[in-house]
């Protein structure tokens, strides 16, 4: 059979035979085209190069440009608005790196994998290569990169202090100004996988505030300075009160750049002087209401009201960090008896410098009241006026100075080494004596007159010591029969110059040896005063002192305190 018959036979043996040759052809075709294409779904470093061959890669990545996305804000109005900006691949030296791991992906994939897909992301290095001072230059040149174009971010801060509501955090405003290294990281991972585009604002490349709304920093301020104008101390000086709260505390405050919190301790200082100024006390001039009734003006002392200021900053400083709300009485070196102008209160010890005369008021009433003989003012030692307070008592104290060493029964100091105490030795009170022939500073008092005193006073007792002008009192002996507290007013009705000089044209009665040498006149008060000689054997061992005429000439070695 001739193979022309053969075929005509046998007819489909053509059109199988084309058929086959076509799919070897194609088969062909296909491993040849698959050899040299990546497979469907496949990605190289995050690159999608489905059906890509190598070179169409090269191609592709030579062509390759970004589009950078920025924003921009208005600095006044913060309103935001964006717009693009292209980076090309050539320009920042992108290439493929070293080819052989792509040829070995697809040596991989072969035929099978074309056709049936290969959903995989190979990572391999150096696949892309480019210039990193190239790309950090192309950074360089956007807008958003313009320091000077730019509008900065704000970052949060706080708010000022409002009555009410104290602080409040005020949030943070974003800025349009790139931050180079941020850019350029955003712009190597979005060119790494060969995108189109990278918004910055999404890939946060903007230069940051430095506190966010968020920033513990700020919350753990905001906190501390509630806490700090929550603070209310209420100082209650007599019928006046004073109150510390938020409204001063706040101007005290200081909220430095890191946002740390520090209370100005010189402004608490201020408000304690403040305080310390108008209502201590010592060292003031007061006006005085004597026993007299009349009204003097009396200068100095050591007495009243004295804030130790210092102290008093330290605890409020530390109160105020707390937040404590508290009624409060400040730190003192030395209190009073009560606020205002009478500090004093009603109850005190008043001396009269001018008439030498001791008063001892309770609640507003003289109780008792006696002669004295004060500060020699011819050699200097002048009791001091002024208002001070009895520093302590003491029985049988012995009073030393220079030239002397003079023990006592009774002990009242109230200025330093100046104060109350007996004196024995003395025969005669009030008067004039003070001026040639008193003491070196104390209040030299009867011994019954001292005794008495000491138990009406106690430690801290105002003393008041002031001069009055035309006032004079007569000169009396150490007796029991002192002038009584009815009578000394009308002492004080006598301040007539008249009788003065005859106060002072009685010095016949020192000339009268008669007096002196009286013993029937002078055995009866002896009689009476035996008592006193049998309780302190002293007082009996000094009888020539007590009836030289001298021993008020004598101060410098009979007398007493410093």
């Not at 990572?123 to 950074?139: C, F, M, N, Q, R």
């Not at 955003?186 to 430095?210: F, G, M, N, R, T």
């Not at 104290?397 to 220079?402: D, I, N």
Request: proline share 4%; aromatic share 8%; net charge positive.
């Amino acid at each position: 059979m001739k193979v022309k018959d053969y075929f005509k036979e046998h007819k489909w043996i053509i059109p199988v035979a084309i058929a086959a040759g076509v799919l070897i052809i194609t088969a062909i075709v296909i491993a040849v085209y698959s050899s040299g294409h990546f497979a469907r779904g496949t990605k190289v470093n995050g690159i999608d190069v489905s059906g890509m061959s190598v070179k169409q890669l090269q191609k592709r990545i030579g062509e390759y440009s970004i589009n950078v996305k920025e924003r921009k804000i208005d600095e006044k109005s913060r309103d935001e608005s964006f717009f693009e900006e292209t980076i090309k691949g050539r320009d920042i030296g992108l290439a493929v790196g070293d080819a052989q791991p792509l040829y070995d992906i697809l040596k991989d994939q072969g035929f099978i994998k074309f056709f049936a897909g290969d959903k995989k992301d190979y990572e391999i290095s150096h696949t892309l290569s480019y210039d990193k001072d190239l790309l950090a230059k192309e950074v360089s040149t956007l807008k958003g990169a313009s320091a000077t174009d730019g509008t900065e971010a704000v970052s949060a801060s706080i708010a000022e202090y409002t009555e009410g509501k104290g602080y409040e955090i005020v949030s943070e405003q974003q800025g349009d100004i790139l931050d180079e290294q941020a850019t350029c990281e955003a712009i190597e991972k979005a060119v790494a996988s060969l995108k189109e585009s990278v918004d910055l604002s999404k890939e946060k490349a903007y230069k940051k505030p430095e506190f966010t709304s968020e920033s513990d920093v700020l919350k753990d301020a905001v906190e501390t300075l509630n806490r700090y104008v929550s603070t209310e101390i209420t100082y209650k000086f007599g019928d006046d009160t004073v109150v510390l709260d938020g409204t001063r505390i706040n101007k005290w405050i200081k909220i430095k750049k890191d946002n740390t919190v520090k209370i100005r301790r010189n402004k608490v200082e201020e408000f304690v002087q403040k305080l310390h100024r108008k209502y201590d006390t010592v060292f003031t001039n007061r006006k005085f209401k004597t026993a007299y009734g009349d009204t003097v003006t009396v200068y100095g002392g050591d007495y009243g009201w004295w804030m130790n200021t210092v102290k008093e900053t330290d605890k409020l400083v530390k109160l105020i960090q707390k937040g404590a709300v508290k009624e409060r009485t400040p730190e003192y070196r030395q209190t009073a008896v009560s606020y205002g102008d009478k500090d004093y209160g009603d109850t005190y010890a008043e001396v009269d410098l001018s008439g030498q005369h001791v008063f001892v008021v309770k609640d507003g009433k003289v109780v008792f009241d006696t002669a004295c003989v004060t500060g020699n003012e011819s050699q200097g030692h002048a009791t001091p006026a002024g208002t001070y307070g009895i520093t302590y008592k003491q029985r049988n104290a012995t009073l030393r100075g220079e030239n002397y060493e003079t023990p006592v029964s009774y002990w009242m100091p109230f200025n330093g080494g100046i104060g109350f105490h007996d004196a024995y030795w003395r025969s005669r009170f009030g008067g004039t004596l003070y001026r040639t022939g008193g003491s070196h500073g104390c209040v030299n008092l009867p011994p019954s007159s001292a005794k008495k005193i000491y138990s009406l006073v106690e430690q801290g007792t105002p003393v008041i010591c002031y001069h009055r002008s035309g006032s004079s009192s007569k000169t009396t002996t150490d007796s029991s029969s002192k002038p009584s507290v009815t009578k000394k007013p009308t002492v004080t009705k006598k301040p007539t110059a008249t009788k003065k000089p005859k106060l002072a044209k009685k010095p016949k009665a020192k000339k009268k040896p008669k007096l002196a040498k009286k013993p029937k006149a002078k055995k009866k008060p002896k009689l009476a005063k035996k008592p006193k000689a049998k309780k302190k054997p002293k007082l009996a061992k000094k009888p020539t002192t007590t009836k030289q005429p001298e021993t008020t000439k004598k101060p410098e070695t009979s007398e007493d305190e410093e």
